[in-house]
């Protein structure tokens, strides 16, 4: 083979070597890494909503939550008033509870804990995650707070620092992930007797992850 014709042959050889390389690694398939779904936060931010229950005077105050905007209440809170009488008989006794509204919502709670305090209060930066630890569990009904004169007990309380609820909502098969916070006054004493006051327990904003199975932060707004 003469000169000129090995040089030519060499340089097409080398010319088809580099163009396998080069569309082998603009290849998209072989190179692709997939990126997470970005997170779409809904968060509503209320006037801040206040129950309030007075000794002898009201008993019970509740308030519904329509999470989503989907014109269906998905949670409802109660504060009650149930005795009046201080003594070593009976009590003064306020409880808030919380509770679902339908099978597609679900609140975070706590296994061996007191009924009044099995509700998961978290503080603003934690991480709500659809995979829970051992003894916590997705439910339909929990307590957030108990009040005894006569025993001298306060129970569980959303109390200025751990002020942030999970709650979760099913959409068809698609699960969202979202905190509502709250705030929970103590027992109020308006006289020299202890039966007279007042409790209050207040509402302030809440939000909810749009992108189905992302998790989210508590006081997460977009």
């Not at 003064?92 to 509204?101: I, P």
């Amino acid at each position: 083979m003469k000169p000129v014709q090995i040089t030519a042959f060499l340089l097409s050889a080398l010319g088809w070597l580099l163009s396998s390389c080069s569309s082998g690694a603009e290849d998209p398939i072989s190179y692709y890494t997939p990126t997470a779904v970005p997170d779409s936060i809904t968060f509503v931010d209320i006037p801040d909503t206040v129950l309030r229950v007075i000794s002898d005077s009201v008993y019970l105050a509740s308030y519904q939550i329509d999470l989503d905007g989907d014109s269906q209440n998905d949670v409802e809170f109660n504060l009650e008033y149930i005795h009046s009488n201080c003594t070593f008989t009976s009590h003064v006794n306020f409880s808030t509870t919380v509770r679902t509204l339908h099978s597609d919502a679900s609140l975070l709670l706590k296994n061996n804990t007191p009924p009044w305090g099995n509700t998961v209060s978290l503080i603003s930066g934690d991480s709500i995650l659809q995979q829970l630890p051992t003894d916590y569990y997705w439910g339909d009904e929990g307590g957030i707070y108990y009040y005894s004169c006569s025993y001298n007990t306060q129970g569980h309380t959303f109390n200025g620092i751990n002020e942030y609820l999970p709650v979760r909502l099913r959409k068809g098969t698609d699960i969202h992930l979202g905190w509502i916070r709250l705030h929970q006054d103590g027992w109020v004493t308006t006289s020299s007797s202890p039966d007279a006051g007042y409790m209050e327990f207040t509402i302030r904003s809440w939000a909810y992850n749009n992108t189905p199975g992302n998790n989210i932060i508590a006081g997460q707004t977009q």
